[in-house]
């Protein structure tokens, strides 16, 4: 199955999420994802999400993590 999930970035006391496409059976940090959707920095609560891609993903059926849901939820 496919979910739109966190990717960690950054550093530490630097955190920053990428927000892909990938296969549930992938590690988390493993670097393999099947599209990028957008970015979120919770230091400076910077959001940039590719709306159009991410609907498509949802309509494929494709499922966000409960985080990531809260977000959409907020920002689509």
């Known amino acids: 199955m496919v979910k739109i999930r966190f990717q960690f970035k950054g550093r530490k ?4 999420f ?4 990938t296969d549930e059976r992938k590690a988390r940090d493993s670097g393999k994802f099947l599209e990028y959707l957008g ?3 919770p230091q400076t609560k910077e959001i940039n999400l590719h709306k159009d891609e991410i609907k498509k993903w949802l309509n494929y059926g494709a499922q ?3 985080t990531v849901g809260r977000l959409l939820k907020k920002h689509l």
Do not use: E, L, M, W
């Open 13 to 16: 006391g630097q955190h920053s």
């Open 18 to 21: 990428r927000i892909v496409a």
């Open 39 to 41: 970015f979120y920095n």
């Open 64 to 66: 966000p993590t409960d």
